[in-house]
């Protein structure tokens, strides 16, 4: 099931709607206003997206638990937070959190957390199956307090609209009517305008003939290209992505022979498409695209090539802040999937990350946008030389997968990120550095239950320690027993130390799931070195 942005609310409701979220930019001005005291939070951890490209990702539905950093706001000792799942999470899971805030009682934090689930497993989405429950959306409403209370959500669709309105609370996002802003031909579109460099494409199609002749002239316009990337207009994590090869049929560039043969032969290639899932097919692919809409674009080729991103914050009043830049860590059959990320990106270019996500910023915020977004590049290493080229791919008008570490990061040591160097800073000054994988997958931890995990953590002493600020946390506990999955942020003083950390931890794991890992068994791990 797609994921409609056709408004189907009245336009009482529609008004209804913008008066919530007036009152943000009435109530709060900043961005550190947010972590004040004395609020109801409600987390609704939704994956929001087309559910066909979701259900491609290992423990999809445990995804739910990469906003279990908001936990860490109960630090506050007056703010309280209520958290929606499909199904019920493990308590331990939940006693884990706790245990890492400072200075605060495990019961006082305890009691100011609600826990709620649906029951349901299935593949809509998680606010999808609270609204179809009338009953646990009036428990909600009456568990919160309508003026000091706000909601927060993974991405912002009608859905979260719909139920915004009905609990009579402002969402803190932006809202759907902009979502075209973080599709991929959305990002070009605001690439083109603030003149930020990126590859060369196309417009957003929705048939399989305006395709092809969008592929025809991209060649046409670069004949010297190899491949290209064609991409439904929604996505996650890299799926959706297709990598159309030319050199098989390069005989038929547009300027050899004529226009009906090149999209002939590229009919024919289309049959080959290199995917990112096993199981994605042409047929599938292609049948989205009517749905979804599909650009192509120019591959970016290079010896060495990066994929660092940029991520920014849009307070309620249109201020643009910076959080933090890393470089992503990509893996999957072409590269494209994201497995993790190092924070901060490379200090050769972290500094222009951070002016090109301003100035996306900026022309978002213009647009009403709020709350985080993220920016996503390809960088490439000019031979013989310490410079880069950098290209922006897509903009996430949305929570992402470098959200929740730097959340960790932030929360767990109490320090600032410094604009001028790109890097963090403790409370006493020391630079902090972590390595992040939503993706340490491997048959043999198939099995571990979250219990088991907290054990050896527990045995291993590879908790993180609140006295140096360094060790690592853990999430996606829950789809380690079905998928063998494991996420964790690993925190340093250096990138080195991060490392070391980092790989302690898999090694620890290795030993002590005391199987012989077969390498063409195994079902991912993170290659995390340069």
């Not at 439904?232 to 959706?240: A, I, P, W």
């Not at 660092?308 to 494209?336: F, K, M, N, R």
Request: with cysteine; charged share 20%; glycine share 8%.
């Amino acid at each position: 099931m797609g994921i409609k942005t056709v408004n189907h609310f009245t336009s009482e409701l529609t008004n209804r709607f913008k008066q919530l979220q007036s009152k943000l930019r009435d109530r709060w001005q900043s961005f550190d206003t947010f972590d004040q005291d004395n609020y109801d939070i409600l987390v609704v951890p939704s994956y929001s997206i087309d559910q066909y490209v979701g259900q491609k990702v290992a423990g999809f539905l445990h995804y739910e638990e990469r906003l279990l950093f908001s936990l860490i706001r109960l630090r506050k000792p007056h703010t309280r937070v209520i958290y929606v799942t499909a199904l019920p999470l493990c308590p331990i899971i939940i006693d884990y959190y706790l245990q890492l805030l400072p200075g605060i009682p495990f019961s006082h934090a305890r009691n100011r957390l609600l826990l709620l689930s649906t029951y349901d497993a299935s593949l809509k989405p998680l606010t999808q199956k609270i609204l179809d429950r009338p009953r646990l959306v009036d428990r909600i409403r009456c568990a919160l307090r309508p003026d000091k209370a706000f909601m927060v959500c993974f991405n912002s669709t009608e859905l979260e609209q719909e139920l915004s309105v009905k609990l009579g609370i402002p969402l803190l996002a932006s809202s759907p009517d902009l979502l075209y802003w973080g599709s991929k031909s959305g990002s070009r579109e605001i690439f083109a305008d603030c003149d930020i460099p990126h590859p060369d494409g196309s417009r957003l199609v929705k048939n399989l003939e305006d395709l092809l002749q969008e592929i025809v002239n991209l060649w046409a316009r670069q004949p010297q290209l190899q491949r290209m990337v064609i991409k439904l207009n929604e996505g996650f994590s890299g799926e959706g992505n297709a990598l159309l090869n030319l050199t098989g049929i390069k005989h038929y560039a547009p300027h050899k022979v004529s226009n009906h043969q090149t999209i002939k032969a590229l009919k024919g290639q289309l049959e080959q498409l290199s995917f990112q899932s096993e199981t994605e097919t042409w047929a599938n692919f292609s049948g989205r695209i009517p749905e979804l809409g599909a650009i192509v674009e120019a591959f970016i080729e290079g010896e060495e090539k990066r994929s660092p991103s940029v991520q920014g914050y849009i307070t309620p009043s249109g201020e643009v802040e910076i959080l933090s830049t890393h470089d992503q860590i990509l893996g999957g059959a072409d590269g494209q999937i994201y497995l993790g990320c190092y924070f901060p990106a490379a200090a050769d270019y972290r500094i222009q990350l951070q002016e090109l996500g301003i100035k996306v910023g900026q022309a978002l915020a213009a647009k009403g946008a709020m709350e985080r977004y993220g920016v996503d590049f390809i960088t490439v290493r000019q031979p013989g030389t310490n410079k880069w080229d950098i290209q922006a791919i897509e903009i996430n008008l949305r929570k992402g997968g470098t959200t929740h570490p730097f959340m960790a990061l932030k929360f767990l040591t109490n320090g600032t990120y410094d604009y001028a160097t790109g890097l963090f800073l403790s409370q006493q000054g020391q630079p902090k550095y972590y390595i992040a994988s939503d993706n340490l997958q491997k048959k043999q931890y198939c099995g571990l239950l979250p219990n088991d995990l907290m054990d050896i953590i527990a045995q291993e002493r590879l908790h993180f320690d609140s006295s140096t600020r360094t060790g690592s946390v853990f999430h996606l506990m829950g789809a380690l027993s079905e998928f063998g999955k494991l996420g964790l942020t690993s925190i340093g003083n250096s990138r080195e130390q991060a490392q070391a950390i980092y790989d302690r931890v898999e090694a620890v794991l290795d030993k002590e799931t005391a199987m012989t890992i077969d390498e063409s068994e195994q079902i991912s791990s993170v290659p995390i070195s340069w």
